[in-house]
């Protein structure tokens, strides 16, 4: 059976039609923290980009059916520590402020 597409591949800007794709993706098990790329309008009417981060939990169903939700398990916070501390780590070293 094939794995079915994560909802959150297909993200929208706030101001767009076009689908955001992802900067980059950390996973870890079922475990993933997805980093994106987002432009909105700032009080002064300028076009300003910022990044956000996402993660989620694939997992089957009792269909067998792939699902994704951001519900975490006990066990599942390791790696959830895990995919969120790297994607931290890479918002940080490729900051603007890092070259700073």
Do not use: C
Request: aromatic letters at 8%; proline letters at 5%; charged letters at 30%.
């Amino acid at each position: 059976m094939e794995k079915e597409k994560n909802p959150t591949e297909k993200r929208f800007s706030e101001r767009s039609e076009k689908p955001n794709q992802p900067v980059k993706k950390f996973k870890a098990g079922a475990i993933s923290a997805t980093v994106w790329e987002n432009q909105a309008q700032n009080q002064q009417g300028e076009t300003v980009s910022y990044k956000s981060v996402s993660f989620d939990r694939t997992y089957k169903d009792a269909n067998g059916e792939w699902q994704h939700t951001n519900s975490l398990r006990m066990t599942d916070l390791p790696k959830a520590t895990l995919v969120l501390s790297k994607a931290y780590e890479f918002l940080a070293l490729n900051s603007p402020e890092a070259d700073e």
